[in-house]
């Protein structure tokens, strides 16, 4: 039943990290339609990648990996935001649970 306990909380670590990087690209696409500004590409494209890889997500170590990108592209595009005179927000990403080594 542990195990089970385990994997569960492992798959919605996995949810969340995909909800939370579809928030992202939902900000940029957001920041685009209302100010009419030039998207920035290369956080699009990297926020892309991190949603094609979190799929493809198999242990807590690929999960911390990607949470690592992902707040780096957060900051990234909150300050994107900002220079468009658009509200940033802090998501809330998943942290690995103690008793899993």
Same mark, same amino acid.
């Given at each position: 039943?542990?195990?089970?306990?385990?994997?569960?909380?492992?798959?919605?670590?996995?949810?969340?990290?995909?909800?939370?990087?579809?928030?992202?690209?939902?900000?940029?696409?957001?920041?685009?339609?209302?100010?009419?500004?030039?998207?920035? %590409?290369?956080?699009? &494209?990297?926020? !892309?990648?991190?949603? /094609?890889?979190? $799929?493809?997500?198999?242990? #807590?170590?690929?999960?911390?990996?990607?949470?690592?990108?992902?707040?780096?592209? %957060?900051?990234?595009? &909150?300050?994107? !935001?900002?220079?468009? /005179?658009?509200? $940033?927000?802090?998501?809330? #990403?998943?942290?690995?649970?103690?008793?899993?080594?």
């Amino acid at each position: 039943m542990a195990d089970k306990d385990k994997f569960i909380e492992f798959l919605k670590a996995k949810d969340l990290c995909v909800a939370n990087l579809n928030s992202l690209k939902s900000s940029l696409i957001q920041c685009v339609d209302e100010k009419r500004v030039d998207m920035e %590409e290369s956080l699009y &494209d990297q926020v !892309l990648v991190c949603l /094609e890889g979190a $799929s493809l997500m198999e242990s #807590w170590e690929e999960i911390e990996q990607l949470i690592f990108h992902a707040k780096i592209l %957060e900051e990234e595009i &909150d300050g994107w !935001l900002s220079i468009h /005179e658009l509200t $940033s927000y802090s998501l809330t #990403w998943p942290k690995k649970p103690s008793s899993i080594p």
